[in-house]
C-alpha cells in the first residue's frame, strides 16, 4: 500500500510564494503528480516528476526526491484564482506494460490565498 | 471540456436504490479509473479498467460493479445504495501520456 501525506490547509497572501511539501511511502513508485482542484470541480492536472530534481512551469515548480520520499509544489505570485486544493499523487507502476497504474492521492491542501 | 465525460452531472435517490454512472474516456484513451471523493475527504481509488479488462481494484465495496464495454465506455453501477455513499464520483482515462489522467466532471449522487 501507500501513505502520502501533505498538509491540510496552507494560508498566504496574494503576490507571495507558497510550498506545498508530500511525503509518501510506497510499495512502487512510477511516477508523482500534483494537481489543482476547485471546490465541487474535476483536479486538472499541474505537474509531473518521475526523475529527482525540479520541473518548471511558468509560476508553478515541483520538486521531486525519491530516496527521501519527497516531493514540494511551489506556487509563486499567488493570485487570487490560485485557492483551491492542492493534491500530491503518487503512481502504481501497472501490473502490466501496456497501462499506466492507479494513482494514489493524498487528502489535499487547501491554500488559502488572502489579499 | 477535458474530453472525458460522464453523465449524469446529478443525481439524486433514495437509499436502497440502484444507479448507474457513465463514462467516456478521450478519444485513444483505452485505460478508465474511478474515483469516490466524499465531503472533505480525498480521492479514493475504486477501480480501474484497460480496453475492457478490469486492471486493478481499490476499497470497491461488494454493493459496487463497473464494467468497460467494447466503445471503451466505462459504467459504475451502485447498489442498495446507502447515505454514506453520497459523494462526488469521477472517471479519469491515460493513454500513458506524461500529462497523466484527464478527469471527467464528475457526477454528484446524493442519497436521502
Known amino acids: 500500500g501507500q501513505n502520502i501525506d501533505q498538509p491540510t490547509e496552507m494560508t498566504a497572501t496574494e503576490g507571495a510564494i507558497v510550498q506545498i511539501n508530500c511525503t509518501y511511502q510506497?510499495?512502487?513508485?512510477?511516477?508523482l503528480f500534483w494537481y489543482q482542484q476547485h471546490a465541487g470541480e474535476a483536479p486538472t492536472f499541474l505537474s509531473y516528476n518521475v526523475l529527482d530534481g525540479l520541473e518548471e512551469k511558468g509560476r508553478f515548480s515541483s520538486f521531486l526526491s525519491r530516496s527521501k520520499g519527497y516531493s514540494y509544489l511551489l506556487l509563486k505570485e499567488l493570485q487570487m484564482k490560485d485557492s483551491a486544493s492542492y493534491l500530491c499523487?503518487?503512481?502504481?507502476?501497472?501490473?502490466?506494460?501496456?497501462?499506466?497504474?492507479?494513482?494514489?492521492f493524498g487528502a489535499g491542501t487547501q491554500v488559502v490565498v488572502t489579499p | 471540456d477535458s474530453g472525458v465525460t460522464q453523465t449524469p452531472k446529478h443525481l439524486i435517490t433514495a437509499t436502497g436504490q440502484r444507479v448507474t454512472l457513465r463514462c467516456s474516456p478521450r478519444?485513444?484513451?483505452?485505460?478508465v479509473y474511478w474515483y469516490q471523493q466524499s465531503l472533505d475527504q480525498g480521492l479514493q481509488f475504486l477501480i480501474q479498467?484497460?480496453?475492457?479488462?478490469?486492471?486493478a481494484k481499490g476499497n470497491i465495496l461488494e454493493r459496487f460493479s463497473a464494467q468497460q464495454f467494447p466503445d471503451l465506455h466505462s459504467e459504475l453501477n451502485l447498489s442498495s445504495l446507502e447515505l454514506g455513499d453520497s459523494a462526488l464520483y469521477f472517471c479519469?482515462?491515460?493513454?500513458?501520456?506524461?500529462?497523466?489522467?484527464?478527469f471527467g466532471s464528475g457526477t454528484r449522487l446524493t442519497v436521502v
Open positions: 479519469a482515462s491515460s493513454v500513458g501520456s506524461r500529462h497523466g489522467y484527464t
Open positions: 479498467y484497460y480496453n475492457g479488462e478490469e486492471r
Open positions: 478519444s485513444g484513451d483505452l485505460s
Open positions: 499523487a503518487v503512481r502504481d507502476p501497472g501490473r502490466r506494460a501496456d497501462s499506466w497504474g492507479k494513482l494514489q
Open positions: 510506497t510499495s512502487g513508485f512510477n511516477g
